[in-house]
């Protein structure tokens, strides 16, 4: 909040300025408000004093009084006159700049000569400092209150406009060039909107995939049932076809369901059991490199000996089989598909290549999107829902996943783990 701090700093700090400079110019200008307090002060004193010596030691002593403090140099105008007896000098005994005083039973009146001081000029010396603070602080309060409320009425809009779904609202380019904390928050304000936006847009076309990749295999059993239906005599082979598809269907939604529960934030859904990765590894390597051997490939892995940590195995085993089973369908016959891992701030980082065609650089992150598939494939073999799973797999054990062409030809993939050990520690690799 730097930026906010100093703009209400320096308004504080200027409208208190402004209240100084105020005063200086009526001071410089004018005769100064404290120096006519002052003034009216010292001739209260003078009366109060003179008043005193003359009701102790007699007039002729308060006359001298008078005319020592003329001989300073102060122009008071003293006046002493004798009024009546006694018994009348309270009542007519005034405030201000008027004293009355009694000796030897007769009552004495001391004031100064000219005209008694005006409301205005009584009230001046105090109603200056009072006003010029007024003013200024209204100065502040109005520029806060201009430059606050425009941006906050725009923030307001932008939120209702997400509340009734409208994600497509933005906000940022009307607050203006202004570089404070309101502005960024209207910044994140339409990163939000925009995330939003792409999250429905994703939401809608997974459902649109989804409908499609489901009606296919139904499709295709309603013509098994059709079949049956005009030739009982092929009940085996439609049994047989209609078997697969249930299969095929089985399993897409499973996929389906493994990718919803890994989409939630819950990370409760999976439970974590302290495993040793590396051996998973070698498992899929070995039943992968069986498939391998009608085409001639092979499947090679070099790195490190163990990496044991608190994993859930079969989110994991699914993201390293989705990856290198892709490895092999995609790979050149005769070739061989490389595994290797090693540790790197605590963290397991699997890479898997192989000698294929590779994938086009703009579709390197949309593989890892559920449904997508590579524009150099001609033919489809699964759902497209497997290197999804993987970085997300690989995600909720505080990793990732990431693809890129070699240069020699061919895909890499690259997979990091970060799951602690039971003791909370990182992973010990050996």
Known sequence: MHR?????????????????????????????????????????????????????????AATRLVAAVRRTGRDIPVTITAIGPAIDCAAKDKEGLVRNAIRDGECYRMEIAGAAPSLMAKTWPRAVPWLAALLSAAAAAYWLARYFIAPVEQLRYGLRALAKGELDVRIAHTIGAKRDEITTLAH???????????????????????????????????????????????????????GREVERLDELVGEILTLARLSDRDTTRFERQKL???????????????????????????????????????????????????AITHTGPGTAVRVASRVLDGQLLVTVEDDGQGVPDAELEAIFEPFSQS??????????????????????????ARAENRPAGGLRVSITLSAPTPDGSAPAAR
Do not use: C
């Open 4 to 60: 906010l701090f100093w703009k209400f700093f320096t308004v504080v700090w200027l409208a208190m300025a402004g209240s100084i400079a105020i005063l200086f110019a009526i001071s410089t200008l004018f005769q100064s408000p404290f120096e006519e307090e002052v003034a009216n002060r010292e001739l209260a004193l003078t009366l109060e004093t003179a008043a005193q010596v003359l009701q102790a030691e007699g007039v002729e």
């Open 188 to 242: 994140d304000l339409d990163i939000t909107a925009a995330r939003l936006q792409e999250l429905q847009t994703a939401q809608q076309q997974l459902f649109h995939d989804v409908s499609h990749e489901l009606r296919s295999p139904l499709s295709r059993l309603q013509a098994a049932i059709g079949v049956l239906q005009q030739n009982p005599a092929r009940l085996s082979a439609m049994i047989e076809r209609m």
């Open 276 to 326: 040793d990765v590396v051996d998973l590894i070698r498992e899929i390597i070995e039943d992968a490199g069986f498939e391998g051997q009608a085409r001639g490939i092979t499947v090679q892995y070099a790195g490190v000996d163990s990496f044991v940590a608190l994993v859930n195995g079969e989110l994991i085993y699914r993201a390293l089989e989705n990856v290198i089973r892709n």
């Open 375 to 400: 524009s150099t494939m001609t033919t489809r073999p699964g759902f497209g829902l497997g290197l999804a799973i993987t970085r997300r797999a690989a995600q909720w054990h505080g990793g990732g």
